[in-house]
């Protein structure tokens, strides 16, 4: 079935350790996507690759590293994890035209202690 | 002010009631609208998807759009116990790679 997936689906991690979450898309999107969700917040856009071989900062980049080597993937990159980054982070693609909706992964829920 | 503001929820209703949940924003250049549907611990999806005022009908939901008023809303018919999600409005400007705003999504619970 053509989609995302997101891996881990869930995680518990030491503050300060470095984490990766794996995001893999099938359906030859331009666009990937990092969002985190916060309950009274939303969602809240991290990073963004609007093709291969670029990435752009969204609304709350700090904390976080994006890479985009291919088009399938997008791993986001906690290099010294702090508890406030405890959320559930999602990845989603899309073709990035003007009309094109988001597709979301089923997310990924971190908990820094 | 918040770009996109969303009725804060949660929200119940009893089976086969009409749910009416809405947004409004600030940003007149916001051309695309879309409502997502978030299950629990699922990752949001594409409901209803328009670009222009009026009402698009898809089943038991109609999307409306009324940019003089900056106001979007949705409209759920004869609700289910399965419509009980989540809800996210979220709008974007015409432009090649623009970037969706969302809401805050409100919580819908239909009471069997």
């Known amino acids: 079935i053509a989609g995302i997936t997101q891996a881990p689906t869930s995680q518990i991690l030491a503050a300060g350790r470095r984490m990766t979450l794996r995001c893999t898309q099938d359906?030859?999107?331009?666009?990937m996507y990092w969002y985190r969700q916060d309950l009274g917040l939303g969602l809240r856009l991290i990073h963004y690759s609007n093709t291969a071989g670029t990435t752009g900062k969204g609304e709350v980049p700090d904390g976080y590293s994006v890479s985009r080597a291919n088009t399938d993937d997008f791993p986001l990159t906690l290099a010294s994890a702090v508890p406030s980054q405890t959320s559930v982070y999602f990845c989603?693609?899309?073709?990035?035209?003007?009309?094109?909706?988001?597709?979301f992964g089923n997310g990924t829920r971190l908990t820094v202690t | 002010q918040k770009e996109v503001e969303q009725d804060p929820g949660p929200l119940s209703v009893p089976e086969g009631a009409i749910v009416s949940l809405n947004c409004t924003y600030s940003n007149s250049a916001f051309q695309y609208f879309m409502w997502y549907r978030q299950y629990s611990r699922k990752g949001p999806e594409l409901l209803m998807y328009?670009?222009?005022?009026g009402n698009k009908e898809d089943g038991r939901f109609t999307a409306q759009v009324d940019k003089s008023s900056k106001y979007i809303s949705l409209f759920i018919r004869d609700s289910q116990p399965s419509d009980s999600a989540t809800y996210l409005c979220a709008m974007r400007v015409a432009g090649a790679n623009s970037k969706l705003t969302f809401g805050k999504g409100i919580t819908l619970s239909v009471r069997p």
């Open positions: 328009t670009y222009s005022s």
């Open positions: 359906m030859r999107h331009n666009a």
């Open positions: 989603a693609s899309s073709d990035g035209n003007r009309v094109s909706p988001l597709h």
